[in-house]
């Protein structure tokens, strides 16, 4: 089992990826191989819309991201970690969110989650991006823990981030053992609209 934690803050102690850690330490305790891969000191151009991708399936922009969507391939399950900035996912994660069009539908009968912080409002509007990036990529969602930037925050949500590493493992479990693809999802369209 392999799960990638990606962590979007950009700051060496990032809270988000304080709470991300109980998720990562009940997965490496049922012998999970975790990978963080932080977006620190990374080289992940914005997306130019060029849509060269649609034709080659794989993004014509060569920086640090073609690494990473490798890795999401690889995955059997996805973390992603987030702080709220403007009242949704920071640039750094939205920057992989629209650049993971070129890799799309990662699919593969993978699981996912996430984790978000902030420091007042915002973390409705960024658990709904990192959802509709699951959505989209056909990654089955499994949930989210979100806190304020607070050290009792902290202290009330470890059971419930601990609790999000159970669940990863047990639906990978699951997603390994079956004979089917439970939790397989088709690609989504809307006809009629500017939107496929």
Do not use: W
């Not at 963080?36 to 991708?53: E, L, P």
């Not at 080659?56 to 991201?65: A, E, Y």
């Not at 900035?85 to 640039?91: S, T």
């Not at 902030?118 to 989210?144: C, D, K």
Request: charged share 20%; net charge positive; aromatic share 8%.
């Amino acid at each position: 089992m392999k799960v990638l934690v990606i962590s979007c803050s950009p700051r060496p102690k990032s809270f988000s990826l304080l709470i991300a850690q109980h998720t990562i330490d009940s997965l490496m305790k049922k012998d999970v191989e975790v990978e963080i891969y932080s977006v620190r000191n990374k080289n992940h151009q914005v997306c130019g819309g060029c849509m060269a991708c649609a034709k080659k399936h794989k993004c014509v922009l060569k920086d640090d991201m073609l690494e990473l969507h490798e890795k999401m391939r690889a995955a059997d399950g996805i973390l992603m970690v987030s702080p709220v900035y403007f009242y949704d996912v920071n640039a750094q994660c939205k920057i992989i969110i629209d650049r993971s069009y070129a890799v799309q539908p990662l699919n593969g009968n993978k699981v996912g989650a996430s984790i978000v912080t902030a420091g007042s409002v915002g973390h409705i509007g960024a658990i709904n991006t990192i959802s509709n990036f699951f959505m989209v990529q056909g990654i089955a969602n499994l949930g989210f823990v979100s806190a304020y930037n607070t050290e009792q925050e902290l202290s009330k949500c470890v059971e419930s981030a601990k609790a999000l590493g159970n669940k990863m493992f047990e639906a990978i479990k699951l997603l390994q053992t079956s004979e089917s693809t439970p939790f397989s999802m088709h690609n989504h369209y809307s006809y009629g609209t500017h939107t496929f």
